[in-house]
T-cell receptor, first 116, second 111 residues
Framework: GAVVSQHPSRVICKSGTSVKIECRSLDFQATTMFWYRQFPKKSLMLMATSNEGSKATYEQGVEKDKFLINHASLTLSTLTVTSAHPEDSSFYIC????????????FGQGTRLTVV | RKEVEQDPGPFNVPEGATVAFNCTYSNSASQSFFWYRQDCRKEPKLLMS???SGNEDGRFTAQLNRASQYISLLIRDSKLSDSATYLC????????????FGKGTHLIIQP
């Protein structure tokens, strides 16, 4: 299947700092990527849709000024958690599809963010 | 009614046994169905797609029942390495990504 690479896999940061997470599609071009958050023992929750060359589309309740998304190229999307707080500690995962919307999604390895 | 429902388990199953679990979905217009496997603290990985005619891949069999709006996953001759959370994912075409995730079924294979 298609390969989606996410970096870093784990990060610990101080409260008030910003953290950038990268998501790359390694062997295909992804005009659209998706960012999810997963709290312990909870389901994946879609945060936003990252669109190449345009603004991201955020789900209800997700602060766009706090979670900055940049989709600079067809193979790279970044999520920046700005002014992180302990409640932002979570598992962040990106995904992309190689084909149409009814095809399977491939996920990055995820980033475990801990804000202390 | 939740969009995609799964029994969270845990299912404790002895090694070598057969285990099956279902997932129900509420949107009759759903188009595509998948089972993903998620290991603890890891990303979900596609296990198999679920076709109308059913799908078998080695020890794993997935089936779709559109009339009753459920999909099933059967694991035969279970291995210790099958221990994981199995996510039912339905593509309903709605929402930005079109995907609705179940909360997952936690499976523990015991030696």
């Amino acid at each position: 299947g298609a390969v989606v690479s996410q970096h870093p896999s784990r990060v610990i940061c101080k409260s008030g700092t910003s953290v950038k997470i990268e998501c790359r599609s390694l062997d295909f071009q992804a005009t659209t990527m998706f960012w999810y958050r997963q709290f312990p023992k909870k389901s994946l929750m879609l945060m936003a849709t990252s669109n190449e060359g345009s603004k991201a589309t955020y789900e209800q309740g997700v602060e766009k000024d706090k979670f900055l998304i940049n989709h600079a190229s067809l193979t790279l999307s970044t999520l920046t958690v700005t002014s992180a707080h302990p409640e932002d500690s979570s598992f962040y995962i990106c995904s992309a599809r190689q084909g149409a919307q009814d095809t399977e999604a491939f996920f990055g390895q995820g980033t475990r963010l801990t804000v202390v | 009614r939740k969009e995609v429902e799964q029994d969270p388990g845990p299912f404790n199953v002895p090694e070598g046994a057969t285990v099956a679990f279902n997932c129900t979905y509420s949107n009759s217009a759903s188009q595509s169905f998948f089972w993903y496997r998620q290991d603890c603290r890891k990303e979900p990985k596609l296990l198999m797609s679920v076709y109308s005619s059913g799908n078998e891949d080695g020890r794993f069999t997935a089936q779709l029942n559109r009339a009753s709006q459920y999909i099933s996953l059967l694991i035969r001759d279970s291995k210790l390495s099958d221990s994981a959370t199995y996510l039912c994912v339905v593509n309903s075409g709605g929402g930005a990504d079109g995907l609705t995730f179940g909360k997952g079924t936690h499976l523990i294979i015991q030696p």
